[in-house]
């Protein structure tokens, strides 16, 4: 049994979590960088509006996928990192990242094909 019929799709439920847009681009950076602030989370995806971006973050602590850290400083600080779980998508996103280096020539064709 490949797991489909009684739980659910392992890739499925997993990928409710982590596709979209914005979210894979979140998860990465945060993975290269650590911890990032909200307006560093901005600077590294620029098309991305504060609006969108504050909601992805919040499904992505909601998920359990992201840390939200919040400093009694004045002005106040918020840290987002990789969460326990989130951490443990590190090798997922690594293979990711390897496979696309691997095959960004076809990659950049099949996009272009589209535009």
Not at 60 to 71: A, C, N, Q, S
Not at 89 to 110: F, K, N, S
Request: proline letters at 7%; hydrophobic letters at 35%.
């Amino acid at each position: 049994m490949d797991g489909c019929r009684i739980h659910g799709c392992p890739v499925e439920t997993s990928l409710e979590l982590i596709s979209g847009k914005w979210k894979p681009r979140l998860l990465w950076k945060l993975h290269q960088n650590g911890v990032m602030r909200f307006g560093e989370l901005k600077r590294e995806l620029p098309d991305i509006t504060p609006k969108m971006l504050t909601q992805q973050l919040r499904e992505l602590e909601r998920d359990g996928l992201v840390t939200r850290t919040v400093y009694a400083e004045v002005p106040p600080r918020v840290e987002y990192s990789l969460s326990e779980l989130g951490d443990t998508l590190r090798p997922v996103l690594d293979t990711i990242a390897a496979w696309g280096t691997r095959h960004q020539p076809a990659i950049v064709a099949i996009l272009a094909e589209q535009t």
